[in-house]
């Protein structure tokens, strides 16, 4: 898969600087995803299904493939994922909590939404990962604004600390979501990710007594941030493109959790019509660039 995303990646473009810094954070990213599966046990028996079926749907959606902000947007969360599972019933998590939130509000300051998945995060800690305390809790407040206290020094170096800020005020105006501005292939990969991620969800939640504890918590979690993302989606389809990246990545590993530990007799049958189904969506993605 490794292959043929690069492949596939510089098939529309191998002159483009933009594409290649994409492509490179999407490596990073993959590597982080490989990382985050083995060190938590993700899957019950040896797979590399997650970080594939991240980059089956990055190769298959060849309109992120330029877009910088979007794969750092996805490294970002990723980071703040492998952080976050290390403070699992920890009893100094200080640490882990801290950077977690850190490479959230990195994600923040070129995407002010994610702000919100902190207090997602806040709750995952209280009933999932059981490591909230008074200690986490100014952690994980601190690594939030770590980032914003660098910008305002970047700000006040260049002269415009009064407009630093300026950029946030229209996140703060309550408007009609504008579906209007939804593209065609941005509708299809929302159905073609919604649709497996659900069908993935459902799975979990019937077999969930199968998986141990730890990795149950550590689902449950991503769950929740399933739900905080289609809700963005949702209410601010006007960037779709960006809701759409932190989906795949998200869903990925749910998406893995189902096709890596379904069970049946026509299953082997669905498996393979469902990579046609992906394959088939990447090709029109292809022919409408």
């Not at 702000?115 to 994980?140: C, D, E, K, N, P």
């Not at 593209?183 to 649709?195: D, E, M, R």
């Not at 019937?206 to 730890?214: L, P, S, V």
Request: hydrophobic letters at 60%; a positive charge.
């Amino acid at each position: 898969m490794a292959v043929v995303a690069c492949l596939l990646w510089l098939l529309t473009g191998a002159a483009d600087q933009w594409r290649w810094l994409a492509l490179a954070l999407t490596a990073l990213t993959t590597y982080v995803v490989v990382e985050l599966n083995n060190r938590h046990a993700l899957l019950r028996i040896r797979s590399r299904l997650v970080s594939s079926t991240y980059l089956l749907f990055m190769a298959a959606a060849p309109f992120l493939h330029t877009h910088r902000q979007a794969a750092a947007l996805m490294l970002a969360f990723a980071l703040s994922y492998a952080m976050l599972f290390q403070t699992y019933q920890r009893v100094r998590a200080e640490g882990y909590v801290f950077h977690a939130f850190l490479f959230l509000g990195l994600g923040s300051l070129w995407f002010p939404p994610m702000a919100v998945m902190a207090l997602l995060y806040f709750f995952s800690m209280i009933f999932q990962l059981r490591t909230f305390t008074w200690r986490t809790f100014v952690a994980g407040l601190l690594g939030m604004a770590v980032p914003y206290w660098f910008y305002i020094v970047y700000a006040v170096y260049h002269g415009q600390f009064l407009s630093a800020f300026d950029y946030l005020l229209p996140w703060f105006r309550v408007e009609r979501p504008a579906y209007e501005v939804v593209t065609l292939s941005q509708w299809v990969a929302l159905g073609v990710v919604g649709f497996f991620a659900f069908i993935s969800l459902v799975h979990f939640l019937r077999t969930a007594y199968n998986d141990k504890i730890r990795t149950r918590m550590l689902f449950y979690v991503i769950v929740t941030q399933e739900c905080v993302l289609a809700a963005g989606a949702a209410a601010l389809p006007r960037y779709m493109d960006l809701w759409l990246a932190l989906l795949m990545l998200n869903s990925s590993i749910l998406i893995a959790h189902y096709y890596a530990l379904a069970r049946g007799r026509l299953f082997d049958f669905w498996f393979n019509l469902s990579l046609l189904l992906i394959v088939g969506w990447g090709v029109y993605n292809y022919i409408h660039l």
